[in-house]
């Protein structure tokens, strides 16, 4: 057995690359293997803020669940590639509320295996849940018997789609799902959102495809004002769309003088009444 099997689900696939695993790498984490980091490698050649750019996603993501989490809200679901890792969603909500419910949703079996390895047996695993969802379909993740067993749909939720919404080639179909979400949410509810854009280098769109092209992640960069009328059912709160590091940066946080090099606008919508 390699030293990369042990340890690791048997139905974990280490031979293709795998975006949340990507993701990981590029934060630093151990959930990832040589055929990541091989493609996170050329990704830094091509964009080389890359690392930088994950890190501030994650950090906002953070920034986001606390903000949320500090004006009541304490049921979120995370739909999206990612795995749930140090500083990820469960741990940054209990951080304000310990009673916070989490639930971790995804179309990946390799990332359903890895969050369920992961969470199991910590502190607080009674208040998370991981789910099987499309994430082009994010608004179907309410009707799971888990998430309803879960979250009370009554009360206030967080719907965050982090690095989603640009899987989604087809913009009417993003903000279809988009809109199915608004309406899935109660009153209270709020969506946290990421999505990458080739605003500040058009021309790194092809060199990135092919970047990727050894995963099944094939994603979409779009325009300010695209991502704006996809997310324009909700009601943005201050600053509105950001680039990440823009979004109510942490005091004393230092500024970059580079924020586009992200090449990620996120921004938190209410739920209009």
Partial sequence: MSDERRGTPADVDLTTP?????????????????????????????IPEARTAARENHAFIGRAVRHLAGEGVRQFIDIGTKLPARGNVHEVAAEVAPDAAVV???????VLAHARALLAGRPGAGRTAVVRCDPRRP????????????????????????RVLHFIDD?????????AVHDALPPGGHLVFTHITQDPEPESGGNV?????????????????????????????????????????????????????TFT????GRRRP
């Fill in 18 to 46: 795998n975006t949340a695993r990507i993701y990981d790498y590029l934060l630093g984490g151990k959930d990832n293997y040589a055929a990541d980091r091989e493609v996170a490698e050329q990704l830094l050649g091509v």
């Fill in 104 to 110: 971790f949703a995804d179309g990946d079996p390799v």
């Fill in 265 to 268: 606008l996120a921004g938190v």
């Fill in 171 to 179: 913009d009417a179909e993003a903000a279809k799902a988009v809109g």
């Fill in 139 to 162: 608004a179907a993740v309410f009707d799971d018997p888990a998430v309803r067993a879960l979250i009370d749909v009554d009360r206030p939720v967080a719907c965050i789609l982090d």
């Fill in 209 to 261: 495809g092919k970047v990727f092209q050894p995963t099944d992640g094939h994603f979409w960069g779009r325009s300010r004002a695209r991502i704006l009328d996809i997310v324009g059912c909700f009601e943005l709160v201050e600053p509105g769309l950001t680039y990440t590091p823009q979004w109510r940066p942490d005091a004393g946080a230092p500024a970059g003088d580079t924020p586009e090099r």
